[in-house]
């Protein structure tokens, strides 16, 4: 079975810290993505990578950054947290291949930003 | 990517069939259909896609119109477990811009009941 795995499910935060949220898969998969969900938005991608050191903005990347050093690991980081960034954040990861679009999901990272 | 339309929310008893229905009438001819369910506290998994013709796995069954301008995905025998939001998904399976980003709509809450 295909692992997706999130370092925290649920994480509390000051505003102005710098959070760091970690994902990891164990496909061997080459993308890998982050996205928010927030009610009445559904999913939103922030930012996704398709190898390593390569990053690319999805469609809400203000205020966050992503690292990508390793294959299996993908990392989004909140700079400056702000209480807006208040949201459940989604880790996936698939194939670069035409299976490109079955992703695979952590459990997701509850975040809260007081 | 092709838009999707799926009903708000649908109940069905626990041991009969649930036909989650979809349209997509703006379907191009290389673009797949996607479906994925989300349980309440969990991320998005994905439960099986197809391009025309009928496709089942061992959690479902879909079915796509001759005119593809719908599908209806079946859950054969509900159970408590399959409460979720299910969503439909019509994306190209391969290509060059945003790089395997699903658009996850509103989706249908389906509730099963004993």
């Known amino acids: 079975d295909v692992k997706v795995t999130q370092s925290s499910r649920y994480l509390v935060k000051r505003t102005g810290e710098k959070v760091f949220l970690e994902c990891v898969q164990d496909?061997?998969?080459?993308?890998m993505f982050w996205y928010r969900q927030d009610p009445g938005l559904g999913l939103r991608l922030i930012y996704f990578?398709?190898?390593?050191?390569?990053?690319e903005k999805g469609d809400i990347p203000e205020g966050y950054s992503v690292s990508r050093e390793k294959k299996e690991r993908f990392s989004l980081i909140l700079e400056s947290a702000s209480t807006n960034q208040t949201s459940m954040y989604l880790c996936?990861?698939?194939?670069?291949?035409?299976?490109?679009?079955?992703?695979?999901f952590g459990a997701g990272t509850r975040l809260s930003v007081l | 990517d092709a838009k999707t339309t799926q009903p708000t929310s649908m109940d069905c008893a626990e041991g009969r069939a649930a036909n989650l229905p979809c349209n997509h009438s703006t379907i191009s001819g290389n673009e797949y259909v996607y479906w994925y369910r989300q349980i309440h506290s969990q991320g998005p998994q994905y439960i099986i896609h197809?391009?025309?013709n009928n496709e089942t796995n061992e959690m479902a069954s879909l079915i796509i119109t001759e005119d593809r301008k719908s599908s209806t995905l079946i859950l054969p025998h509900a159970t408590l477990r399959d409460t979720a939001v299910y969503y439909c998904?019509?994306?190209?399976?391969?290509?060059?811009?945003?790089?395997?980003?699903?658009?996850f709509g509103a989706g249908t809450q389906v509730v099963v009941t004993p």
């Open positions: 496909m061997d998969h080459e993308n």
């Open positions: 197809g391009l025309k």
């Open positions: 990578s398709y190898d390593v050191k390569m990053k």
């Open positions: 996936a990861s698939s194939f670069d291949s035409i299976a490109k679009n079955i992703q695979y």
């Open positions: 998904i019509v994306r190209v399976a391969r290509s060059t811009d945003s790089w395997g980003k699903l658009q």
